[in-house]
């Protein structure tokens, strides 16, 4: 345990599992209060019960962010509770079928688009006077490469990514004259996660750097006085 992030409330979405989970015992080991959010109730039970055996504090909310009114519930919740928010990390995140442009599957896009896209605009939109009313808040969001660079057969998730990025940035750039909120973005790089393993199903998962890894990274950010706009990849060591 360290004080570092004392007395700051973090929300990190995907913590039930994977870098959302990772991240989430790190802030929590850091001294923030973390409310941990995912569709995996029993997952976020895990993280929550790691967080308070390490001597941390940790809230569960779960949340199934394709609902079309779940973003709004978990704001009247969590708003209900505290004043403020410190941190919000975006580390949801759906990873549709790999396939050619010509065979996307409908429904599969829509819910990548739900889910990475749309449930982002709600996060920002629902949790921005919390941020704001923070005097310090920063918000991180989890992305991908192919949101910047077009990859052959990772279309639908890269057009999903691609418009997190903008959304992420566009809100840092309209915040970043009128209040102290922070935003950046954080390309994690290859990672020993459920999600890689689907996409790359015959890599080696101990050849890539575990979520730990991405962690520790985002809290160092957290702890520092990073510009609005900044984008990081986090390499292999």
Not at 34 to 43: D, E, K, S, W
Not at 47 to 60: F, K, L, N, Y
Not at 177 to 184: G, L, Q
């Amino acid at each position: 345990m360290s004080d570092a992030l004392a007395g700051q409330t973090a929300l990190v979405t995907g913590a039930s599992k994977g870098i959302g989970a990772a991240i989430a015992r790190e802030l929590g080991a850091r001294g923030a209060h973390v409310i941990l959010t995912a569709r995996n109730a029993a997952g976020l039970e895990e993280v929550e019960q790691a967080i308070h055996d390490a001597g941390g504090s940790a809230t569960i909310a779960p949340l199934d962010l394709s609902e079309s009114d779940g973003v709004a519930r978990l704001a009247q919740a969590i708003s209900g509770r505290w004043d403020t928010l410190d941190i919000l990390v975006i580390c949801a995140a759906y990873l549709p079928n790999l396939s050619p442009v010509t065979q996307i599957d409908g429904k599969e896009f829509s819910k990548a688009m739900t889910v990475n896209v749309l449930a982002t605009q709600s996060l920002l939109a629902a949790f921005d006077p919390m941020l704001k009313r923070s005097g310090n808040a920063r918000v991180i969001g989890l992305t991908s490469s192919v949101g910047e660079t077009p990859r052959a057969y990772w279309s639908a998730y890269g057009a999903s990514k691609s418009a997190f990025d903008n959304l992420l940035s566009a809100y840092g750039d309209e915040v970043e004259k009128i209040s102290k909120v922070r935003v950046a973005t954080i390309d994690p790089g290859a990672t020993r996660t459920e999600m890689r393993a689907r996409a790359y199903p015959g890599e080696d998962p101990q050849t890539v750097k575990p979520p730990e890894t991405v962690a520790a990274h985002v809290a160092d950010l957290l702890e520092s006085d990073f510009e609005t706009g900044l984008r990081q990849r986090v390499d292999t060591p």
